[in-house]
């Protein structure tokens, strides 16, 4: 059974859950289903709209927005009895609910999984947040049910409050990967499966800045367009991207002791591996932040083999030795 991934994103009131789920929808090549308390606040464009029915807007690039209203069992059921099955649901957490508690609805069904838990923290709030007496508890608990932790409004920030923000982070979610952002604006490739084949995602543009097999593009007004969608070259040198392939099964309990201890600059990480457990058939392996799934594949290899592709934080990405420790495990 090919399962459809739900990807839950949280945060604080005010802290960019919207302005995300916008940004996934101008740029995604996937058919979303984004269930919202209130859609109204997306900002979709007029000339997308297909067709509006007071509870759900069915837009022209197969991405459905459907209110939650009174239960979201009932809008993700509704999601899942749709003509066209979406490709992959996000549900954005109300700003003082307990993303977890959402996330727990994707190991309800068995035709669902869970994706990732992706939180919004307001950077330069944050401190004040966590200390406030009425809020504090809850703006904890969401930090700590992160896979993925996007420190939002980065350019609203002295130095002084990026190192009290980063301390916050640091002691509530010492587990969880820590990208910045602006705007909410961060590459869909680090919070959706994308969509595209393996050779294409370790060569986007979008994404190099030192990468293994990562083309450098310095233009900074230069706009890739795939499937009809602008990428959006703010992000270009800031993350890099990395192949690990093998010809050779490997050691199902060497990869789980490999994949927990990635670095955290290691975002995501996704493709086929072969394993030890059947030699003759390819796992798929999704990873988003901490959080990481291998389950059988039922397409069919003509030479299984293994090829995986990372997504890094460029900066302080050593691809090298990433690849070093997974050559090892043969």
Known sequence: MVRTPVTVIGGFLGAGKTTLLNHLLRHTDQRLAVLVNDF?????????????????????????????????????????????????????????????????????DASLELNAVVVLADAPRLPDLVRDKYVGDVVEQQLQSADLIVMNKVDRLSTTDRRDA?????????DARVIEAVNASVPVELVLDAGRDLEALASTPALSGGGCHAPDCNDPDHHHDHHGHSHDRRHANLFATCTLSADKPVPRAALTRFLDGLPKDVLRLKGLVLTDEDPSRPMLLQMVG??????????????????????????EFDAASLQQGFAALQ
């Open 166 to 174: 980063t301390e916050v982070l640091l002691r509530l979610a010492p």
């Open 40 to 108: 109204g606040e997306i900002n979709i464009d007029a000339e997308l709209i297909a067709s509006h029915d007071g509870n759900t807007v069915n837009l022209s690039n197969g991405c459905i927005c459907c209110s939650i209203g009174d239960s979201l069992v009932e809008a993700l059921i509704g999601v899942m009895q749709q003509a066209e099955r979406p490709e992959h649901i996000i549900i954005e957490a109300s700003g003082v609910a307990d993303p977890a508690r959402i996330a727990e609805l994707a190991t309800l």
């Open 290 to 315: 901490r959080r990481w799934t291998l389950d059988a594949d039922h397409r069919l290899e003509a030479t299984p083999k293994t090829r995986l592709v990372a997504i890094a934080v460029a900066a």
